[in-house]
């Protein structure tokens, strides 16, 4: 009698995107549930400032997970594109240094459509990393408005759809619930 | 000159519903960030079954978090609907006495549109109690199918939504990014 075949590990590539809250929330998910199967999980943000502090970055650290911030904040409010341009190509750096290093199981690229989307990274580039991954690596990526090419790429993508806000009623982010 | 008033904590009722994945890792990222805080969290899970040993609660273990198992499995593949019944009211029960106690800062109801989806819990009864908690207290509900009532009701609202999904192609869910 042979054994039932194992439950063959497919490495994946997840896109949370779409305008509802929950994107960065999902990937920190599976940053939780990862750790949690003592995985090798890190977390690289692309929008969040080497000075923010935010609650998964104190839980990060409590737990020796890497989340590593090195974004220049919100896009939309920068005085300096250029620094912000500089600062997604020096993480997209290291990005592809731990992706080819074989030494994770899972990596998130948080808020990384941005670069994509205002064309600072060059998507050929980056869906040739995710291509030559090693083959037991989980890609997960987050951010608004997913470029088309990586949609085609992913195995896996939804749409955070905003259903109900409530900023529409004047009420801001909540610590632990958002940030 | 008078210090700037501090940011109102609001408490909201969350939801995260639709048919795309994400919505129980949403709610463990808000439970991540949460104890990353050291705000006191808990998840009552209206699906997974006592005997149930998924990534997060092996994590939620490790960090002492509350994650409580109390659902008859995958209600479309129950042989005994009337004790799934007894569960969710049981697990309510303990929901309702948690909400109360004034001793939590986020309160996580796993999969509970089902319950309410299929009228085992009344929905009056239900949107009482979330009406009627501490007003320091935010909770999360998860599930497809989230009754229109409770979206009435909720402060915050996403619906996750399948673009793409690995099952289409045959792929399995994966340890560390699905459970």
Redesign the interface.
Known sequence: VSAAPK?K??P?V?????H??????????????????G?KVAMLCFIKTKTSN???????K?LGIEVIPLGGGYTWLSQDIEKDKALARELWTMAQEKISSGQY??IILDEFTYPLKYGWLPMEEVLEVLRRRPDSL?V?ITGRDAPQEL?DF?????????????LQ?G??A????D?
Do not use: C, N, S
Not at 20 to 37: C, D, M, N, Q, S
Not at 160 to 166: G, T
Not at 174 to 177: A, F, S, V, Y
């Open positions: 439950p590990r497919k994946l997840v896109v949370y995107t779409g509802g809250k929950g994107k960065t929330t999902a990937a920190l998910g599976i940053l939780f549930r990862a750790w949690g199967r995985m935010y609650g998964e970055e104190q839980a990060a409590r199981d899972i989980h997960v949609i992913a195995d896996l993508v939804t749409e955070m759809l905003e259903v109900k806000h409530p009623r009420i801001k909540q610590p632990g619930l940030f």
